[in-house]
């Protein structure tokens, strides 16, 4: 299975501050990576599919990159709802695997 | 708007079954896979099984393979997942999602809690 290792496991920001989160795969995984954001007690929302693509409704502020095995979602100024967990899905091969989340806490 | 509404889940004894059904509406049912997704309580996510559109492909992860079942009923725009043999380690909130290559959009979740 594609393991998927997320940096860092908690991100400290301030409102306004631009967050970077690290997804790395095993193995190349193409573009195949998406991003989900969780806020305590929701479900997963997708954000970014297909490495850069935001999925409806998403706001400008999210943005992805990368290629392979190395990717990062950044959100230019964090907004107070943006506090929460996100995790990084890869869909290349069998099994999709996720990462094991990072979470953007209020400094 | 896409609803995706879980149920069937609650606390049953290692190696007992249950059900899960997902209810879904605001998009043709039929055209799009379905995925069951559960969350462990220490938080980390894990794709158990998926079904195509008109059910005749499943996969499932090693993990449940033999002991889950994917199933749906696409005249009752309805998804179920038969687990048997339940174990411990299957203790999670079970999530249904549509599939347009990702996992679209979530419901809001059913836990299944394995314990004596």
């Known amino acids: 299975d594609i393991v998927l290792t997320q940096s860092p496991a908690t991100l400290s920001l301030s409102p306004g501050e631009r967050a970077t989160l690290s997804c790395r795969a095993s193995?190349?995984?193409?573009?195949?990576l998406a991003w989900y954001q969780q806020k305590p007690g929701q479900a997963p929302r997708l954000l970014i599919y297909?490495?850069?693509n935001r999925a409806t409704g998403i706001p400008a502020r999210f943005s992805g990159s990368g290629s392979g095995t190395d990717f990062t979602l950044t959100i230019s100024s964090l907004e107070p709802e943006d506090f929460a967990v996100y995790y990084c899905q890869q869909r290349s091969n069998w099994p999709q695997t996720f990462g094991q989340g990072t979470k953007v806490e209020i400094k | 708007e896409v609803q995706l509404l879980e149920s069937g889940g609650g606390l049953v004894q290692p190696g007992g079954s249950l059900r899960l059904s997902c209810a879904a509406s605001g998009f043709i049912f039929s055209n799009y896979a379905m995925s069951w997704v559960r969350q462990f309580p220490g938080k980390g996510l894990e794709w158990v099984s998926t079904?195509?559109?008109?059910?005749?492909?499943?996969y499932y992860a090693d993990s449940v393979k033999d002991r889950f079942t994917i199933s749906r009923d696409n005249l009752k725009n309805t998804l179920f997942l038969q687990m048997n043999d339940l174990r411990g380690e299957d203790t999670a909130l079970y999530y249904c999602t549509k599939v347009f290559a990702w996992n679209d959009h979530w419901g809001q979740g059913t836990l299944v809690t394995v314990s004596s």
């Open positions: 193995q190349s995984v193409s573009n195949y």
């Open positions: 297909d490495v850069s």
């Open positions: 079904i195509g559109g008109r059910g005749g492909t499943t």
